[in-house]
């Protein structure tokens, strides 16, 4: 199978790379448009800050391309929050896959700690993005904005409000929680969305 990585200005694409190496995948990490347009399937992961990272997709050319795949695509993290319409992080109009918007999450007059960071679950998920076993199941977060509730929505997640965990559209899918930092779940969903 042909796996491509999106290479761009982000952070931790390469534990991504690393996760499918442990389920026996040799991925591409590239921004080379051609092989990201003839892989099988592309994961677009990483951690950064939605404005910067809009500008240097919109300089490469990586918007239109992205938004113009017609295999599996993964989003994952930021990912999933550029595929969105708008992000409140540095006021950024983003990829607009999923017609709705990224907010910040707001903790005052709460016990509630900004960024949410570490191990919550999951629930409502939808076994068309998901295996059954991971209902209830514990995934790893560090995110300081949402996406809210909404008609994408494939599963999930509660942390000051009920929030989107994963998102899913015609074939763009995505997670907030880091897969690639998810234990034996996150194992799961990545061969999960391998085998789409």
């Known amino acids: 199978m042909n796996v491509a990585i999106i290479k761009y200005n982000a952070g931790n694409i390469y534990s991504v790379d690393c ?13 080379n ?6 892989a099988d399937k592309v994961i677009f992961p990483g951690v950064g800050e939605a404005a910067s990272t809009m500008r240097y997709l919109r300089e490469n050319n990586l918007d239109s391309l992205i938004k113009n795949l017609k295999q599996p695509v993964l989003g994952i993290c ?10 409140e992080e540095g006021d950024a109009d983003c990829l607009n896959i999923f017609d709705v918007d990224v907010k910040r999450f707001r903790a005052e007059g709460t016990a509630y700690k900004i960024p949410h960071m570490g191990w ?18 514990y995934v790893y977060f560090v995110h300081s904005y949402y996406v809210p509730v909404c008609r994408y929505t ?16 015609d074939n763009f899918y995505a997670t907030q929680f880091h897969i690639e930092k998810s234990g034996a779940i996150g194992e799961d969903i990545l061969n999960h969305f391998l085998s789409l």
């Open 154 to 169: 494939t599963a999930e997640t509660e942390y000051i409000l009920p929030f989107s965990a994963a998102l899913h559209k």
């Open 78 to 87: 930021i990912g999933m929050q550029l595929m969105c319409r708008h992000s």
């Open 19 to 31: 996760a499918l190496r442990r389920v026996g995948i040799e991925a591409e990490v590239t921004d």
């Open 120 to 137: 919550n679950t999951v629930k409502n998920i939808d076994p068309c993005m998901f295996p059954k076993n991971i209902e209830n199941q």
């Open 33 to 38: 448009k051609e092989i990201l347009m003839s």
